[in-house]
C-alpha cells in the first residue's frame, strides 16, 4: 500500500504554529504532513517497500533546505481511535531550540493561546515531551539505511569500549598551576582506549536554550547595575553561570546556545595544556598555543553529528552531548587525568574567545572561570 500524504501547516510567517505551539523562526519554512503509514520493528529501510514514499518525502524535504526533520507517531480520534504518522520539517536550524522546548514552557504557550481555565483532550505539555523523542521502531528503520552506519553506531554506548567507573576516580588538588582548583586522579592504572564514567553519562545537568538565555540576558542585566536588590540577583545568576562556564561546555545542538556538565568527578577534569591531555574525543586535535584562531574546526558545527532526519541523535541526545572521550595512552594509578578543552568549545562566535582564554591559564596570566568565582567569594 502506498502512503498518503496531507499538508497540516505550511507557514512563512515569523512566528509559525505547530499545533497550539508557537515556535520562533526568522524567514523560515515550517512544514508538517500526516501520514497514514505506520512504521514498525518489521518494516525494511526508508525508501523500500511500503515506506518507498516516506522514505522519498523525507529525503527530498533534506534536499531542499530543510535542516531539522521530526517524525512522531500519534492517536488520532476522528473516526475512531488510529495512528498515525506525522513529519515536522523545519527550515531553520535554530527552529530545533524550540522543538526541544520543556514542558515549563510548553504549558505557558498553551495557556497563552487557549487560556489557563481550558484544556485540550489529546494533548498537553507531557504529550509533547513525548513527540520529542522518535518511537524506537522509527530508529530501528532508520538504521536500516546502507548510509546511516556511521550515525547509527555512535550512539554514546560503545559495547567495545572499556569503560572506567567514576568508583576509581578520586579528587585532588590539580598538578597544573598554582591557580588550576582540582583535578581528577586515577586510582588504578586505565588502559589506552578506555572511556570513564559511562554510567553517569544521562545523570548530567542540561540547561536548555530558553533557560540558558534567560540565565545570560538576568547575568548581563544584572552585572550593569549596582542596586542592592540587582545585586542579590546577580549573586545569585552568577554562580549559575560560572557553574556552566568552569565545569560544562556550551554547545548548539539543539538549535540555540545551552550547556552541559557532567555528572559525577567528571566535572573536575582539567585542561591539558600545549596538549599534554590524556583524555579527549576522537577526532579532536591540536595545542591552544599555535591554533588558528580565526577558524574554527568542524567539529564545532554540531549539524554534521547527524543528518537532518536523524532518529538515532534524537533517541540519544543526552549521551551523546556528554561522550565521545576516550584515553589517549595509558594512565598510571595516581597520575591526573587531563582534557583537551578545545574539543569542549561548541560555540563557532566563541572560539576565539575561548582560545585566548585558554591560553592565558596555561600560561598563568589568567585564572579559570572557578578559580576565579572561587577568588571574588572569598574576597
Not at 504518522?85 to 505557558?108: D, G, M, P, Q, T
Not at 540576558?217 to 554562580?239: G, I, R, T
Not at 600545549?274 to 554540531?302: C, F, H, M, R
Request: aromatic content about 10%; overall charge negative.
Amino acid at each position: 500500500m502506498s502512503s498518503t500524504f496531507y499538508i497540516v501547516k505550511l507557514l512563512t510567517i515569523t512566528t509559525c504554529t505547530h499545533l497550539l505551539i508557537k515556535y520562533s523562526c526568522p524567514t523560515i519554512i515550517q512544514l508538517v504532513l500526516n501520514t497514514d503509514t505506520l512504521i514498525t520493528h518489521n518494516d525494511p529501510a526508508l525508501g523500500i517497500g511500503r515506506l518507498k514514499v516516506l522514505g522519498r518525502v523525507i529525503h527530498s524535504l533534506e534536499e531542499v533546505g530543510y535542516e531539522s526533520v521530526h517524525l512522531y507517531q500519534d492517536e488520532n480520534s476522528s473516526g475512531g481511535f488510529e495512528t498515525h504518522s506525522f513529519l515536522v520539517a523545519l527550515k531553520s536550524y535554530e527552529s530545533r531550540a524550540e522543538w526541544y522546548s520543556n514542558e515549563a514552557e510548553v504549558n505557558i504557550r498553551l495557556h497563552q493561546r487557549i487560556g489557563r481555565s481550558e484544556s485540550l483532550k489529546f494533548f498537553d505539555s507531557p504529550t509533547m515531551m513525548k513527540y520529542q523523542i522518535p518511537p524506537k521502531s522509527v530508529e530501528t528503520v532508520f538504521c536500516h539505511g546502507d548510509d546511516k552506519e556511521d550515525e547509527c553506531n555512535n550512539r554514546a554506548f560503545d559495547p567495545e569500549l572499556v569503560n572506567i567507573p567514576s568508583t576509581q576516580l578520586s579528587v585532588g588538588q590539580s598538578t597544573m598551576g598554582e591557580h588550576s582548583g582540582r583535578g581528577i586522579f586515577a586510582e588504578k592504572d586505565i588502559p589506552k582506549g578506555s572511556a570513564i564514567g559511562i554510567e553517569k553519562l544521562s545523570l548530567s545537568y542540561f540547561i536548555y536554550p530558553s533557560s540558558h538565555r534567560i540565565t545570560m540576558e538576568l547575568y548581563e542585566w544584572a552585572d550593569e547595575d549596582e542596586e542592592d536588590y540587582v545585586q542579590e540577583v546577580f549573586e545569585s545568576v552568577n554562580a549559575i553561570v560560572a557553574f556552566s562556564i568552569g565545569y560544562g561546555f556550551w554547545l548548539s545542538l539543539l538549535g540555540r546556545t545551552h550547556s552541559t556538565v557532567d555528572s559525577g568527578l567528571q566535572m573536575f577534569c582539567n585542561h591539558g595544556c600545549n596538549s599534554t591531555y590524556n583524555y579527549s574525543a576522537k577526532g579532536v586535535d591540536g595545542n591552544e598555543a599555535d591554533i588558528d584562531l580565526n577558524q574554527p574546526p568542524d567539529w564545532i558545527d554540531q549539524r554534521w553529528w547527524g543528518s537532518p532526519f536523524s532518529p538515532a541523535l534524537e533517541r540519544n541526545l543526552r549521551q551523546m552531548m556528554t561522550s565521545g572521550d576516550v584515553t589517549n595512552r595509558d594512565i598510571k594509578k595516581g597520575e591526573e587525568i587531563l582534557c583537551n578543552y578545545l574539543g569542549f568549545i561548541g560555540v563557532a562566535a566563541h572560539w576565539e574567545e575561548e582560545i585566548r582564554g585558554l591560553q592565558g591559564q596555561c600560561d598563568g596570566t589568567e585564572l579559570g572561570e572557578i578559580s576565579s568565582y572561587e577568588r571574588e567569594k572569598r574576597m
